[in-house]
């Protein structure tokens, strides 16, 4: 696992520590339940020989793995802000046998490139799964990581949506539960996405949201607050 520098606002990678020191050891086994939609995003990558896909706010390593065990001719890249989570990520990495086909770094998502990872080449894809919900500036973050991708790079998004179809009460309880673990669903995405869809329909874009506006799942070539 390698460090590198980044710059994510005065102690965010502390206070992602702190969050996840004893949280990463049961991490996957919650987050299974309410974190909606990851599967699909992979199963829909179809990957091609020799791609290089790059996870922004990789966690626990769970996506990277299955996206590595599915995709066998890929190569993959993971950047976290929590060394603590990393550790996790590092083991469940080497457990799995594929420690040389994943490179984790720890940095910060508005400041990644494919230079933190050792590349001189850009990636093909970037994926952000719930993970922009955390990040404190994540328009920087799309921003940054769309300069990371090849001209024919793709973009992926899964990550809560607004809740707006969900009951009011239900919506509120969400909303205050999750901000227990510093997550704020980023719901400026979600309308700036229905709105880029509705305003250009020959857009190679694909909009997916779960019932409930719970959640959506989301791939383009680049996304545009416009």
Request: aromatic residues 10%.
């Amino acid at each position: 696992m390698l460090k590198a520098d980044g710059d994510s606002g005065p102690g965010h990678d502390s206070l992602m520590d702190k969050v996840y020191r004893n949280q990463r050891h049961l991490y996957d086994f919650t987050r299974k339940y309410y974190l909606f939609g990851r599967d699909s995003l992979i199963g829909a990558l179809d990957l091609k020989p020799g791609e290089l896909v790059l996870e922004i706010g990789c966690g626990t390593a769970r996506n990277l793995i299955v996206m590595a065990r599915r995709y066998p001719q890929a190569r993959f890249y993971g950047l976290d802000a929590s060394t603590e989570m990393l550790k996790t990520a590092a083991q469940a990495v080497a457990r799995a046998g594929l420690s040389d086909r994943i490179r984790l770094v720890h940095g910060f998502a508005e400041a990644v490139s494919p230079a933190l990872f050792g590349e001189g080449q850009t990636f093909d894809r970037a994926i952000f799964s719930y993970s922009l919900s955390m990040i404190p500036d994540w328009e920087q973050a799309l921003s940054a990581a769309q300069t990371t991708l090849s001209p024919t790079g793709r973009l992926h998004i899964v990550d809560f949506g607004d809740f707006n179809d969900l009951p009011a009460f239900a919506a509120r309880l969400l909303r205050r539960w999750l901000a227990l673990f510093h997550v704020e669903p980023r719901t400026q995405i979600l309308k700036n996405l229905e709105n880029n869809s509705a305003g250009n329909r020959a857009k190679p874009d694909v909009l997916r949201i779960l019932p409930g506006r719970y959640a959506f799942v989301w791939s383009g070539a680049a996304y545009s607050s416009r």
